[in-house]
């Protein structure tokens, strides 16, 4: 389902993420915004201490089984001696790098994050008062590494700590310069409940037609955002054929008792947010 910027929130949408679970709003951001984003998270990637320790995935490279499970659960990370080197070197060893405190290091950011149509969307859907979840900000990288993680088709069925993910919704926005952007996002639109398969980070090569049926890769331009349910949907992103930035938020109820990992937000900022917005970040730590 592709909506434009006005869209209007009502029944149909909630019907959508609950049978399809993604939808494509176009055009949402302006492009141009985007790419001023996009050159300063360019300009972070020359410095190792914005972002997290990136896993070494050349070490992993004839480990499958480990390159199908999340990234974080990965132990070995990147030698000091090769990060150092730059990403023009080091992104030969890994797939992509997380970015520390994306509110803190861009903080325009907020723009994005706090968007209030979005807010009300969210709260629409999941019903009731939300919160944020950990905000990523990340960069990947085209090589000839191995697929994994989110590059195989999987679920959000755990969060990085083990624990039973809950209700969430999830919103990703491709932050790249250029035309179409599309094939990033890879999604199966029908619930995994009502699908007979039920395999973690798995390929497009193992899809049976069902699920090639209801395989869909949405065309993207910047601008445009994907909102879709991670929990009850699979989905993946394919590898990039040029350096990607992405943006990931996430969504969930008020009352989700997991501890999410902490995001940082600037008090001055915090304090000019309007009363809808600070509830999305009440968890979130004001430095
Ligand atoms: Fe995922």
């Known amino acids: 389902m592709y909506l434009n910027k006005k869209f209007e929130i009502n029944e149909s949408l909630k019907k959508q993420i609950h049978n ?6 176009q055009n949402y951001f302006e492009p141009n915004f985007l790419r001023k984003i996009n050159s300063k998270i360019n300009r972070l990637l020359v410095d190792q201490n914005n972002f997290l320790p990136p896993r070494d995935i050349k070490f992993y490279k004839k480990q499958t089984k480990k390159l199908k499970s999340p990234n974080g659960t990965l132990k070995k990370t990147l030698d000091k001696k090769i990060l150092s080197s730059g990403y023009k070197k080091f992104k030969y060893f890994t797939n992509g790098v997380s970015y520390r405190d994306p509110l803190l290091k861009i903080r325009n950011l907020k723009k994005i994050v706090f968007d209030e149509k979005f807010i009300k969307l969210m709260s629409y859907l999941i019903g009731g008062d939300i919160k944020l979840g950990p905000l990523k900000m990340a960069t990947y990288f085209n090589n000839k590494l191995p697929k994994n993680c ?3 088709f999987h679920s959000d069925h755990l969060t990085a700590d083990g624990k039973k993910m809950s209700k969430c919704l999830k919103v990703s926005i491709s932050l790249n310069t250029g035309g179409k952007i599309g ?3 890879m999604h199966i639109a029908k619930r995994k409940s009502k699908l007979k398969f039920n395999k973690q980070y798995f390929e497009k090569k193992l899809m049976t037609p069902e699920l090639k049926d209801c395989l869909v890769i949405p065309k993207l331009s910047l601008g445009d955002v994907v909102v879709f349910d991670p929990t009850n949907f699979y989905h993946a992103a394919a590898k990039p054929k040029n350096k990607r930035n992405m943006l990931y938020l996430e969504y969930t109820s008020k009352n989700n008792k997991n501890v999410p990992f902490p995001t940082n937000i ?5 304090k000019k947010l ?3 917005q600070k509830k999305l970040a009440s968890s979130f730590i004001k430095s």
């Open 20 to 25: 399809k679970g993604y939808l494509v709003v």
């Open 274 to 276: 309007s009363k809808l």
């Open 150 to 152: 989110i590059n195989y």
């Open 266 to 270: 600037f008090k001055t900022d915090y």
């Open 183 to 185: 094939g990033e996002y």
